[in-house]
């Protein structure tokens, strides 16, 4: 049937993704049940009227042979399967091991040849003061080592990248793939693994600094030297994974993070995040140039401690972000030199979803987080942190997605990029929970019938990817991180799923 679309209203529109389970190509690299799946995806496009979905590209499946030897066939054929249905793929550079994080029911290490060279090397990994390692992702500081049979970490990222692109050729020519984001730490996303549930961190502990292995140390030690204070040191005094900033020297009030010594230190862990962003994105940059796909880069959303003046559990993971100073504005800025997009996640939260203890402020995190990319003039996409099936959080999620509500006579002022829900299972099709769901993505496509194949017509026409015209400075940063403030919001959604 011809589709019945209000070309003003469709300007409103926001396309709905949904996330493939983790081990859809399972750790030995099978694509197992495509029955199963093909069944469940043409429901969401035929009776939900999603536009694509999202799945982790795992570096440890496909690169698990040893150096180079790649095998995409189970991807291949998942895509070609995804791609016939007519659904659009956004696809993840996954770097990390999958397990260990919220959600993880399986669990894919990063390659074993990379992992033998950690048995003799452990400082290839993340470690905390301790000296624990954190295994799920190579620390920042390996990035352009060639320890890796003769490869840096950056340049085994930007050869994985490019033969995805040789062997995708023809679903990103033919508009299958619309999206490329790019892992660029635990989870797939910029941070540090400063809050890993395996070494015991629970919820809303302030986490852990991540730059206690010896190459990160070293730099650290040089960068304090050139700032004329060798005397300078790693902090010794932020505490354990689960404590109270108060609890902590560095944390308190008027802790070490106010001194000179601690705002050094947290511009130095902030910055090498930011840098290492800059240099992976930089290198899908030049392998993606020319060809039409966005890319992408996701960013954690630490809304635990939120309002606490230290903002502790942020700093931990390496977003350098206080009341006098922004920690998102610079990594916007970052991907703007990259012409890429934001993700960034919790959309589905409520301030009062969490204990008065947690000091938790999501809804207040969400609208800093997205103001400063539109401010930086990117595009922002989104999802849920944790699973969601009631009208409660579809809500939330849709005022994020139009925070000023959609406009009858055009494009909106203020409108994501792109929701991505979390994620596929049985329990989404359950009556009920797929009504909503139903519901939501109706909402989300601004009450417009289906779904519209047509980008363009929602002022969303993906173009070549341009090379950058200038590099990321530290000065780019330090001007970012001034304060801005953030946009309005409105009170609640004017498109509720139960309204």
């Known amino acids: 049937m011809a589709a019945n679309y209000n070309e003003k209203l469709l300007l409103n529109y926001v396309p709905v993704y949904v996330m493939l389970p983790l081990g859809v190509v399972n750790v030995d690299n099978v694509f197992a049940d495509p029955e199963t799946l093909e069944t469940q995806l043409k429901r969401l496009k035929e009776e939900a009227g999603v536009d694509g979905v999202m799945v982790d ?7 698990s042979k040893g150096p180079k030897q790649y095998d995409w066939t189970a991807y291949k054929t998942l895509f070609q399967l995804i791609a016939r249905l007519g659904l659009k793929i956004q696809a993840i550079m996954s770097f990390h091991q999958c397990g260990g994080n919220v959600g993880d029911i399986v669990t894919i290490p990063i390659p074993q040849w990379v992992r033998d060279v ?5 400082d290839i990994y993340y470690t905390n003061r301790k000296g624990t390692r ?9 990035d352009n080592l060639p320890l890796f049979a003769g490869r840096t970490a950056v340049q085994i990222y930007s050869d994985y990248m490019s033969s995805f692109k040789e062997n995708m050729a023809d679903l990103i020519e033919a508009g299958a793939i619309v999206d490329i984001e790019v892992g660029l730490g635990p989870a797939g ?3 540090y693994p400063s809050y890993p549930q395996s070494q ?7 986490g852990e600094f991540q730059c206690y292995d010896k190459y990160l140390k070293k730099d650290f030690k040089e960068a304090a030297a050139k700032a004329g204070h060798p005397e300078w040191d790693l902090p010794e005094d932020a505490g354990e994974y689960n404590d109270k900033p108060e609890d902590t020297g560095f944390f308190k009030r008027n802790g070490t993070y106010v001194s000179e010594e601690g705002k050094f230190f947290l511009t130095w862990y902030s910055n090498k995040l930011i840098f290492h962003g800059d240099q992976i994105i930089g290198e899908a ?16 959303g630490i809304h635990w401690l939120y309002n606490h003046h230290s903002h502790a559990a942020e700093l931990t993971a390496g977003y350098y972000n206080l009341f006098k100073r922004d920690g998102y504005r610079p990594i916007a800025r970052m991907l703007s030199k990259h012409y890429g997009i934001l993700n960034f996640t919790c959309l589905e939260m409520k301030d009062t979803d969490n204990t008065a203890e947690a000091l938790s402020a999501p809804q207040e995190l969400v609208q800093e987080v997205l103001s400063k990319a539109w401010k930086e003039g990117i595009e922002v996409a989104g999802e849920n942190a ?5 009208a409660k959080g579809y809500n939330q999620i849709l005022l994020n997605a139009r925070p000023n509500g959609v406009n009858p006579n055009g494009k909106p002022k203020l409108r994501m990029y792109g929701f991505t829900y979390l994620r596929l299972s049985d329990t989404v099709f359950q009556e009920d929970n797929f009504e909503l769901f139903k519901k939501l993505v109706r909402k989300m496509h601004a009450d417009q019938d289906n779904y519209c194949g047509d980008a363009a017509k929602y002022g969303h026409e993906i173009v070549p990817l341009k090379t950058p015209n200038s590099q990321l400075t530290v000065e780019d940063i330090a001007d970012a991180a001034q304060p801005s403030g953030a946009f309005k919001w409105d009170s609640e959604t004017d498109m509720k799923v139960d309204g």
């Open 285 to 300: 940059n030049k392998i993606f140039a020319g060809l039409k796909v966005n890319l992408a880069a996701k960013v954690s």
């Open 189 to 191: 996303e910029l941070r």
């Open 200 to 206: 015991g961190w629970v919820f809303p502990g302030i």
């Open 118 to 122: 950690g048995d003799n090397d452990p």
């Open 57 to 63: 590209v795992w570096w440890g499946i496909i690169e």
């Open 386 to 390: 944790l699973e969601t099936y009631g």
């Open 134 to 142: 954190d295994i799920e992702y190579l620390s920042i500081g390996v």
